[in-house]
């Protein structure tokens, strides 16, 4: 079977599973409170319309499939996985004041912000529940427990650290690494750790297996700051307006207060950024080539990720499909 066909296949025993737990658990609810999750999800009236790519659910069956696990066998771990990934995007949403998710309007927007934060507890809790249901001897699925809940605990951390950044002055670039493991590399961490601790590894490789997920989410995190700016809205789905009006401190943002006077006096001469602030920053960005010391962090992250994970997954029979994957992850145009 070609590598496409069995991540299509992923992808849409993915969306079976996860409808499976939505209909399993709001089978006596109000009608409007399960289309709120449906609609997070990317499902409206029964059709798949903006689901998002799965990624992070699709390298941990392909991460399974590598290391010889049946990947099926592993759906309820995906399926949560996604589910925390989902949760933490309703309630950043809200804390980032952020319009628009996927091409249309947050939950927030939508529902308000009260409504927001209980689906966004609500879908928390759908995660909890449905890794209950990995079909593995106990102690297997009590360190995929210990693990995923680890990974939403440095996600919580990585999320505070990113929102009290936004009015410390002197951020360094250590400072937005702690805060990227958390808030990015948490999630990839745990989707390769469970697949190494289903795979039966020992205590002490599934770490090897969770640091690699940690590096992984670096050259995200540095990629998606650089298409936070200068990516193509309609791609991204998200103004690359944003992430300068709201403070954010991402990779460029961080290499510009530390290197470029201008762009650090105006950042801090004014408490809000008016449009014509925002158009500034960035034609002082783009004078000073930050896109480009942007793509070159984010390629050397890259070959460190890639020769790391030569050495976890290259031996292993069945590591296409989780390259094939990763290739279309980190090969975002930038």
Excluded at 157 to 178: H, K, P, R, T, V
Aim: charged residues 20%; contains cysteine.
């Amino acid at each position: 079977m070609l590598e496409h066909e069995i991540i299509g296949q992923m992808r849409t025993a993915i969306d079976l599973e996860l409808r499976e737990c939505v209909t399993t658990h709001f089978g006596a609810l109000p009608m409007e409170f399960k289309s709120m999750v449906e609609y997070q999800m990317g499902w409206e009236n029964g059709t798949s319309t903006s689901p998002g790519k799965r990624l992070r659910p699709l390298i941990l069956l392909s991460a399974c499939h590598a290391l010889g696990v049946d990947w099926q066998l592993a759906l309820p771990a995906a399926a949560a996985i996604e589910l925390v990934h989902n949760f933490s995007l309703v309630h950043d949403d809200i804390q980032d004041h952020s319009e628009t998710r996927r091409g249309k309007p947050t939950i927030w927007v939508r529902w308000g912000e009260a409504q927001a934060i209980n689906l966004g507890d609500t879908i928390f809790t759908l995660a909890n529940l449905t890794l209950l249901n990995l079909p593995f001897a106990a102690e297997k699925a009590l360190d995929c427990t210990r693990s995923m809940q680890n990974a939403i605990f440095s996600l919580t951390q990585g999320q505070y650290l990113d929102l009290a950044n936004e009015s410390i002055e002197n951020i360094s670039i250590e400072d937005y690494w702690n805060m990227v493991a958390g808030k990015t590399g948490a999630l990839f961490s745990t989707c390769l750790e469970i697949a190494a601790r289903l795979a039966g590894n020992t205590i002490e490789k599934p770490q090897k297996y969770a640091d690699l997920g940690l590096q992984l989410g670096r050259v995200f995190q540095v990629q998606d700051d650089y298409l936070g700016i200068w990516g193509n809205d309609l791609l991204t789905g998200k103004s690359t307006e944003s992430d300068i009006s709201s403070r954010k401190k991402t990779f460029p943002i961080i290499f510009a207060l530390e290197n470029l006077p201008e762009f650090r006096e105006v950042w801090f001469t004014r408490k809000q950024f008016s449009p014509s602030d925002v158009a500034h920053l960035k034609r002082i960005l783009d004078h000073n080539d930050i896109h480009q010391v942007t793509k070159m962090e984010a390629n050397q992250l890259y070959q460190e990720f890639m020769k790391n994970y030569e050495v976890l997954f290259g031996n292993t029979e069945n590591k296409s499909i989780l390259q094939s994957i990763l290739q279309d992850l980190l090969g975002r145009e930038i």
